[in-house]
């Protein structure tokens, strides 16, 4: 099945956005193993959207258009493809149920709903609507007459990704005869081409399942997919090859879970054995705790941490001592030591996590490059410290650190718990 | 002039790497007052690449194509532009001595230059070879029979850029007559619809310059942009309406300069009046300090921060009471003034901020809604709590505090000071 992805908006055509959407789709759809062989992007005017959507209906199985669903006058995308499809429009009962349902969600009166909102109700005929759970734009599915689906997403990202997940791959699945079963391995801290050699043959020898990799910054994911007659058959297709990575990459492998991520597979692991943890941050200055705070329910296992930028800060709450910053300097394996293990004095936590390090751009020295960051991890009273010369400008420099620091605190804890 | 933007790589088209590329030119291109009405992203495909680039120059007057001019089979761009311009191919004595420059450059012999390399030199004829500082793919302009420019650049960013940047742009402004010269106004706190509101007579009187707005959470940037003559004739018709602008916003204009983001404005401002400032985080759990410590030299006005997750923490380090925790409980203007007055009292900063809301999903009650957040700001004394009732899931919640935050510090201060 063929499957083009059309972006609806000025902003992307501006360049005021980066294009996150049509990256995301695209590796969703290749996952599911169909095929995209043309992307396009388009402003909010009718008449060039128009020559997009014909062409692209032309020559492609399904079309996915994102953006120009919301409720102001130049959001046009939903009249242009009733036009192509052939289709009229009429105010859909479901569509108002949606939005009513989600304004009552987002704590807001049914009057409260303006006229544009409202708006939003009319679709195409013959279409199938799906509901928005984070927005007031609902997504829509047209069936046209010549088989092929034009598919109707909102724009921003928190409202595509979850409609994509939940509505459109089960119906895009349902068009194909069969099912697809996929699995990722989701590994920390080994490179791509480091992962790839090590799977070489998995890549080569096997075409059902497939092995996929696609690397994030400090994570590489292997998405194991198999075409099978059902569900159960695809599971025993591609559980094997999951062992076997799993086998291969050992505590690297941090989930098996499409949606946790790194900061929550730790947060699991903590909370499994018990352990509260606390953060004591110089170069990454609040970003780590800020990351783990992202996983809802951390408070079971998370009371307090501290951004020491100065070295004030890390002599006043953690007792980093004079002498060591004098001899060392504040980014240096010593003062990382220091910082993890004071953080577990003054604050009892089981495990403690520290960054020191220069992100950048200017601060740096022959011998201390900027990128160079010190990450110390205490695990019941056990502390093991990292250096890392990361590359990159500051932002790159400090969520990279951030990852560094997840990794070490997953792998020490696992170290002393497993 | 039009341009049109086409990607090539299938890396790009099966998402394994976000298209930075297209946002960028587009948004250079629009700054330079040219149009760009499409992008399109294609594979490594000879066949639908043709189709792509027939297609986008029988119908602009300028494309530029990014990617595949690297060394290997599959990196076909130059070939199919040659032939769709109708031209053969020559191996061209400019882009050999380019080959190596950047051999002699990157402290490599000539012996090591390859054979897939030296087929780098081999380009289209009646094309304009363009040196690569940071790559060994020269980018290429050919100039076809028709007037139309195929413009071919490596698809690497740091080679992209500065190429574009020192070579392609200067050459685009030279076939342009006059120049485009624009300013961009960004403003805090005001929605949308309602700044669209404000400037509804700028936006349908003025055609030169004209005023287009663009939202980003929390923020809405105004782009003021002038056809004229040259830079001087630019800045006369733009700034009276920066001007008119700043007037009618006041105070919400944080920045007018292109790379000035709301935390880089803060920090400014602090610096000026030699202002420290300090952090305790509850709900937003390390992402303000985290976002403020994203500017360099931040350090000049920054000694530390707390995240205080638990209400013990609050109590510990803060000095919240005991009491207000019951009687209010953490989530209230109460704990948030004592948070950010108690936070000035521990590190002596002249301004201190708060923050205390439930991110969610969980832990609401009737009264106390998934959503509500309570940011209080301390400056020399005197506090400012405010109290926000957000939309969206947990990330969401979190990151427009965060965007609050900057926004209370930056007036709060402005009260006091200016």
């Not at 598919?151 to 997940?165: D, R, V």
């Not at 007792?319 to 003062?335: H, I, N, P, R, Y």
């Amino acid at each position: 099945m063929v499957v083009e992805l059309i972006s609806v908006g000025t902003e992307i055509l501006l360049g005021n956005i980066v294009n996150t959407n049509a990256a995301y789709l695209a590796e969703r759809l290749a996952g599911l193993g169909m095929s995209v062989y043309f992307q396009e992007t388009v402003g909010d005017n009718p008449e060039r959207l128009y020559e997009v959507l014909k062409q692209a209906k032309d020559r492609s199985d399904v079309v996915i258009l994102s953006g120009g669903l919301g409720p102001t006058q130049d959001d046009l995308t939903k009249e242009t493809a009733a036009k192509v499809c052939e289709k009229g429009m009429h105010e859909d009962q479901k569509a108002k149920e949606y939005l009513i349902r989600y304004f009552k969600k987002t704590q807001r009166t049914i009057s409260e709903i303006s006229e544009n909102n409202w708006k939003q109700a009319v679709v195409p005929d013959d279409s199938i609507v799906l509901y928005n759970d984070n927005g007031t734009a609902p997504g829509i599915i047209i069936e046209a007459d010549d088989g092929t689906k034009v598919i109707l997403l909102p724009g921003p990202p928190h409202e595509l990704i979850p409609m994509f997940e939940q509505q459109v791959a089960p119906y895009l699945c349902g068009i194909e005869q069969g099912v697809l079963y996929s699995k990722v391995v989701k590994i920390d801290s080994i490179g791509e081409s480091a992962v790839e050699m090590a799977i070489l043959d998995l890549i080569n020898e096997q075409s059902n399942p497939t092995v996929a990799p696609y690397a994030k910054p400090g994570e590489v994911h292997l998405r194991v997919t198999a075409k099978a007659k059902d569900e159960e058959e695809g599971k025993q297709l591609v559980m094997p090859v999951v062992e076997e990575l799993k086998n291969r990459f050992g505590r690297h492998v941090f989930t098996i879970e499409e949606h946790v991520t790194m900061e929550e597979a730790l947060v699991d692991l903590m909370m499994k054995h018990h352990l509260t943890f606390a953060t004591a941050e110089s170069c990454t200055g609040g970003l780590l705790a800020g990351r783990l705070v992202n996983v809802p329910g951390v408070s079971n296992c998370f009371n307090e941490g501290f951004i020491t930028y100065a070295n004030e800060a890390k002599m006043k709450y953690l007792g980093v001592s004079a002498d060591t910053l004098k001899q060392f300097g504040a980014v240096s394996e010593e003062c990382a030591r220091e910082m993890s293990e004071g953080l577990a004095k003054v604050t009892g936590a089981k495990v403690t996590i520290a960054t020191t390090g220069l992100a950048g751009p200017g601060g740096g020295t022959e011998e201390k490059k900027p990128g160079l960051v010190y990450i110390s991890c205490t695990v019941n009273g056990k502390t093991t410290v990292q250096k890392y010369q990361l590359n990159g400008n500051r932002e790159k420099v400090r969520y990279t650190a951030v990852v560094r620091a997840l990794t070490l605190m997953r792998h020490s804890i696992i170290n002393v718990y497993e």
